[in-house]
Nanobody
Framework: QVQLVESGGGLVQAGGSLRLSCVAS????????MGWFRQAPGKEREFVAA????????YYTDSVKGRFTISGDNAKNTVYLQMNSLKPADTAVYSC???????????????????WGQGTQVTVSS
């Protein structure tokens, strides 16, 4: 059974940085794509970033390009989301998700991810 556990959220001032971690346990994760999504109050869950475990392919939503970096550490079964130049608009619950590489469907849609962590709160003050 796949388990994902996030950590690293918190309160930060605008312009600051945070690094989120997602520790994965279960099957061979080289067969999975790992993603980060976020959901702000009153809004739908939205795609933030995704990566293959090899790091050969990474994907970002436009609003975080140049500010956020997704990466993975195979030895630790951990995926990171480095968030720099944070803005109040980045405030949300951030969740780690996993989907099998062979899954069809766009990587940007949370419905195609079968495994989710519990989420971690990120709050950016102005």
């Amino acid at each position: 059974q796949v388990q994902l556990v996030e950590s690293g959220g918190g309160l930060v001032q605008a312009g600051g940085s945070l690094r989120l971690s997602c520790v994965a346990s279960g099957p061979t994760f080289s067969r999975f794509i790992m993603g980060w999504f976020r959901q702000a109050p009153g809004k739908e869950r939205e795609f933030v970033a995704a990566t293959t475990w090899s790091g050969s392919s990474t994907y970002y939503t436009d609003s975080v390009k140049g500010r956020f970096t997704i990466s993975g550490d195979n030895a630790k079964n951990t995926v990171y989301l480095q968030m720099n130049s944070l803005k109040p608009a980045d405030t949300a619950v951030y969740s780690c998700a996993a989907r099998a590489v062979v899954t069809t469907g766009t990587i940007y849609d949370p419905v195609y991810y079968g495994y989710w962590g519990q989420g971690t709160q990120v709050t950016v003050s102005s």
